[in-house]
């Protein structure tokens, strides 16, 4: 049997980063193409309060981290929302890189005086499960990341030599921006984005705002592809699951209350599902089926 098949399109969740300097409209134009997308939308706010400032554009929900900005915050908020949530902002996913108890500082602070490369080692598995949290939620995520600035002299209409703000690299870890489908670069004057990179090709070579006219393209091309396999729980999942169960619960119990052949059917997003329903058989909360 081979091991090739054909390749296909399938249906995806958006990944999009928006990135540019500060003042350039990263939280405004993320509301807006969550917007365009449609459903409940979720907040998690690193700066200050400034996604309340939006509220009367449309209906959204906000959980503010404050610092220290540790990695776990993230994961936590980012679990909780996709219980209740369509789409989840992440306004900024530079705190977790640059801020106060952030990434870079855990590192400094394992490293003291002594070797950094060691630091790494056990810093850059954090980083990992942030990356793989937005990768494999079944949420929307848009994650606005703070670009580190850099001044242009530029001649205006007028013929005076005057400075521009423009924005550069993404706060964030090298090569951060490619683990997105979508990212956009907004300039600060004019709040213009261009893609720095699409895999979708929606938005190639365009410069415009991002408005909700963006969500609704991007929604559409999501939503376009083939439906996805149903990605079933993996081994260690698996192993979880039969401690919890032990001799307290029947594995043929479980198979009938959520129709499946086998533990190895049950689907990921099940998965929490099954070990509260076996916590609850457990304490005598319900019965087996």
Not at 202 to 227: M, N, Q, V
Request: contains cysteine; negative net charge; charged residues 30%.
């Amino acid at each position: 049997m081979s091991s090739f098949k054909k390749a296909t399109r399938t249906r995806a969740k958006a990944r999009v980063g928006i990135v540019g300097p500060a003042g350039a409209g990263k939280t405004y134009s993320a509301l807006q193409m969550a917007f365009g997308m449609g459903g409940k939308i979720a907040v998690i706010d690193t700066e200050h309060g400034s996604a309340d400032l939006y509220a009367t554009l449309g209906e959204y929900d906000v959980a503010p981290i404050t610092p220290p900005f540790t990695v776990q915050k993230y994961l936590n908020l980012i679990k909780e929302a996709e219980k209740e949530y369509d789409i989840i902002i992440i306004d900024s996913l530079s705190h977790a890189w640059a801020g106060t108890g952030g990434l870079l500082e855990e590192v400094d602070k394992r490293a003291g005086s002594g070797n950094k490369f060691a630091a790494w080692r056990d810093v850059t598995p954090m980083h990992n499960s942030l990356i793989d949290a937005i990768l494999q939620s079944p949420a929307h995520i848009i994650a606005t990341m703070r670009s580190k600035t850099e001044y242009v002299i530029e001649e205006n209409d007028k013929g005076k030599k005057v400075p521009r703000k423009i924005g550069m690299a993404p706060v964030q870890r090298e090569g951060m921006d490619f683990e997105f489908t979508l990212v956009f670069d907004v300039e600060q004057s004019r709040h213009f984005a261009t893609a720095s990179k699409d895999r979708t090709s929606l938005f190639d070579g365009t410069c415009e705002k991002i408005s909700r006219e963006s969500g609704e393209r991007l929604k559409e091309w999501l939503e376009s592809g083939d439906e996805p396999p149903v990605q079933k729980i993996n081994d260690q999942q698996r192993k979880k699951l039969f401690a919890d169960m032990g001799k307290d619960v029947d594995p043929e119990a479980l198979k009938t209350k959520f129709g499946v052949e086998s533990s190895k059917d049950i689907p990921a997003a099940q998965f929490d599902e099954v070990l509260a329903w076996v916590a609850e058989v457990k304490k005598g909360v319900i019965g087996e089926p």
